[in-house]
Nanobody, 122 residues
Framework: QVQLAESGGGLVQAGGSLRLSCAAS????????MGWFRQAPGKEREFVAA????????WYGNSVKGRFTISRDNAKNTVYLQMNSLKPEDTAVYYC???????????????WGQGTQVTVSS
């Protein structure tokens, strides 16, 4: 089992920045891929970004490319999502997930955190 806990959400004005954290505990594997997804009310869960726990490889959803950066700190078992130039349409609950495939599909991720709310005001 892998436990994931997100933090860092909040209210920010458009153009501002936030950094989300995802702390992993339990049985972690170096070959896992860590992903960030988001879900706004009435919308499907959307892929945001993903990174491998070890080695190289990062992926981004089209709507966040150039504004968001995913990174990891293996010593702290933590993955980060730096969000810059935030827009009102970025408002959503952001989820951290872990899986074995570098995928943009939520169904490919086995473990999920509880989510953290990000609200961007105009």
């Amino acid at each position: 089992q892998v436990q994931l806990a997100e933090s860092g959400g909040g209210l920010v004005q458009a153009g501002g920045s936030l950094r989300l954290s995802c702390a992993a505990s339990g049985r972690t594997y170096s070959n896992y891929v860590m992903g960030w997804f988001r879900q706004a009310p009435g919308k499907e869960r959307e892929f945001v970004a993903a990174i491998r726990w070890s080695g190289y490889g990062t992926w981004y959803g089209n709507s966040v490319k150039g504004r968001f950066t995913i990174s990891r700190d293996n010593a702290k078992n933590t993955v980060y999502l730096q969000m810059n130039s935030l827009k009102p349409e970025d408002t959503a609950v952001y989820y951290c997930a872990a899986g074995l495939s570098a995928s943009g599909s939520a169904g490919d991720y086995e473990y999920w955190g509880q989510g953290t709310q990000v609200t961007v005001s105009s």
